[in-house]
């Protein structure tokens, strides 16, 4: 049976601009789940893979943290909503990122933070069957042939409203190509390629690519203007 009240593994619970994809420049919170087992070498938050029981805190270490660690506190979708206004947020969009948020049920949290006025995303790799609300915008960031062994899944796919592929070689595009013939996206998703780590040659290979395909270029705005 499932628990009345959900637990969330929160790592981070911050607010910022959203850098990547097609909410760019929009005000956001960001709450980071701890865990993920997928295991893509370049992946920018690795303290997020390991959730382990000595790593739990209480939330009020969890937000003062001022590095990034594999610390983790236990929250449920309440406690959550009453961190916002604690915290003095004002955004009202929310990022559900981790780690790989899509382990968990997010129905209860995106019902809970849905009927309080916020609009959710999830950024997700597209190899966990995702339990989302509705009206969640979803962004799939495909993972191929990563050491995890996880597999992309034809239904996250197709319920994806944005695709956004991190690339830093023609391999990367041809295997997004190939992923997009096996499970085609619906016809109104926006795909963007993102390149990884800033690499000034994966830049260029997603702009001249983006241009030649009519695709959308994400930069991670957040790293190059060194917020969060
Ligand atoms: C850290 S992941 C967390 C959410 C989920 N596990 C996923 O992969 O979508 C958030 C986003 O950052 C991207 N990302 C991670 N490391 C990156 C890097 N070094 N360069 C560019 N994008 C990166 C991922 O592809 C994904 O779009
Ligand atoms: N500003 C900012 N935008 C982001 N978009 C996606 C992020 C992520 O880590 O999932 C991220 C992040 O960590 N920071
Ligand atoms: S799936 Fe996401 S969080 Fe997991 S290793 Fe890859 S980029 Fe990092
Ligand atoms: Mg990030």
């Known amino acids: 049976m499932k628990p009345i009240t959900t637990l969330y593994p929160v790592n981070e619970l911050f ?3 959203q850098g990547e994809g097609v909410f760019t420049g929009t005000p956001a919170i960001f709450l980071r789940l701890q865990g993920c087992p997928v295991g893509c070498p370049w992946c920018d938050t690795q303290h997020t893979w390991e959730k382990s029981a000595d790593k739990q805190v209480d939330a009020q270490t969890m937000l003062t943290k001022t590095s990034a660690t594999a610390e983790w506190a236990e929250l449920t979708a309440l406690q959550l909503l009453a961190l916002f206004t604690e915290q003095g947020f004002s955004a009202r969009h929310v990022v559900i990122t981790g780690g790989e948020p899509a382990m968990f049920d997010l129905q209860e949290l995106g019902e809970t933070l849905e009927k309080a006025g916020y609009q959710l995303q999830i950024e997700t790799s597209g190899t966990f069957a995702l339990q989302v609300t509705a009206d969640t915008w979803v962004t799939v960031s ?47 998703a926006i795909i963007a390629l993102q390149p990884i780590s800033q690499r000034p040659r994966a830049t260029q290979l997603a702009i001249t690519t983006c241009i030649k395909r009519n695709w959308r270029l994400s930069v991670q705005l957040h790293k190059y203007l060194n917020i969060e």
Request: glycine letters at 4%; hydrophobic letters at 30%.
């Open 15 to 17: 607010e910022t601009i």
């Open 142 to 188: 495909p993972k191929l042939d990563m050491p995890g062994g996880y597999l992309v899944r034809p239904d996250c796919m197709q319920r994806a409203n944005e695709i956004k592929h991190p690339v830093a070689m023609q391999k990367h595009i041809d295997a997004l190509d190939n992923l997009l013939q096996r499970c085609p996206p619906r016809s109104d």
